[in-house]
């Protein structure tokens, strides 16, 4: 005589319980219905007795039923490649750029359409939001050592010591911003023109920063001025204070300078416009720089890299935080 084997985990459960006592099937999952509850009844009065969450532990102890989990990557690449390699119809990518750049994919996002509210069947478009990844947009080595002097006013001899170390970030600038330009200007060249114009800028090339870095003096020149009302007779008398350099001409120096640095890391470069101004401070001068406009040029990089990434993946866009699942 043959025994047929026992199909699945189920099937094996309740071949093995008649060896303690009569049991009653009453409901269990098959290979049609793997969904439905393991319920039987067994001795003692056959009272109910649900098997459902033993029987779906045993079975995630051989197989997970879902994807889930949350992968952290570590460059923008990496997770484009995870998000094509597991994506499906509703996949949804989430970018945030407060308080920090982040990117988020979303693999079994809700799908799309109206809600259905169907107290028994529930709503087939629902879903968990388990499976994701995360990219913490990382800033580059260059955007903390630039950020880390912006601002501050630094002796002649640490900001020549800090622009010769950092000299490959240097941009000279093209003969649009010197405007010598007789061609067509590129949109960049358009954006530093409009910086300059905004803040009545001049820009500088590197050799000449550097060069007034060891060799700016400068002389002051104090004079009275006195302006008088015709009408009233009043009198009013003003200190005036030039800064002129050793020959007694007026000293004109560039206000800003160009650099070309990663915002992020293994990002691509991005061309900044940085103030550049000088303080007297008795017989020595300080140097003060600063990038135009930084908050402004750290989230047009982060659009940019996350606009790539739904190039890159075809999946939604949409900037802010899931409101199913942990970040």
């Known amino acids: ?40 009844a067994v001795p003692e009065g056959l009272r109910i007795e649900d098997l459902t969450a033993k029987h779906r532990a045993v079975m995630e102890a051989l197989k997970p039923l879902q994807r889930t989990g949350k992968a952290v990557l570590a460059d923008l690449d990496s997770l484009i490649a995870w998000t094509n390699r597991f994506k499906g119809d509703d996949t949804v990518l989430f970018g945030q750029i407060h308080p920090e750049p982040k990117l988020i994919s979303v693999i079994d996002y ?12 529930g709503d087939p478009a629902a879903n968990y939001g388990r499976h994701r990844a995360v990219y913490n947009f990382p800033v580059s080595e260059q955007w903390k ?36 330009a007789g061609g067509d200007v590129e949109a960049w060249e358009q954006r530093m023109i409009d910086i300059a114009a905004k803040i009545q800028g001049r820009f500088g090339q590197y050799a000449a920063i ?16 006195v302006k008088t009302n015709r009408d009233t007779g009043e009198a009013q008398v003003q200190f005036l204070t030039e800064h002129r350099s050793p020959d007694g001409s007026p000293l004109t120096l560039p206000n800003l300078f160009m650099i070309a640095i990663p915002v ?18 008795g017989q020595d001068v300080k140097f003060i720089a600063s990038i135009y406009n930084p908050d402004a040029a750290l989230r047009d990089a982060a659009r940019e890299a996350m606009h790539y990434a739904q190039g890159e993946t075809g999946v939604p866009l949409m900037m802010g935080r899931p409101e199913i699942g942990a970040d």
């Not at 870095?213 to 400068?218: C, D």
Request: aromatic share 8%.
């Open 145 to 180: 050592r630039w950020s880390a002097i912006d601002g501050k006013a630094l002796d002649k001899d640490v900001f020549g010591e800090f622009i010769e170390a950092n000299a490959d970030d240097f941009l000279d600038p093209t003969p649009a911003l010197l405007g010598q």
């Open 264 to 281: 992020f890391e293994e990002g691509a470069l991005y061309r900044l416009a940085v103030r550049f101004r000088y303080r007297k401070a």
């Open 210 to 225: 550097n060069l007034l870095s060891r060799e700016l003096k400068i002389h002051e020149v104090g004079h009275i001025e």
């Open 110 to 121: 809700h799908g799309s359409g109206a809600p259905v509210v169907a107290p028994e069947a």
């Open 1 to 40: 005589m043959t025994t047929e084997t026992p199909k699945n985990i189920a099937e094996t459960l309740l071949a093995e319980m008649p060896r303690l006592g009569e049991v009653q099937p009453i409901s269990m999952p098959t290979a049609e219905t793997p969904e439905a509850p393991f319920i039987v």
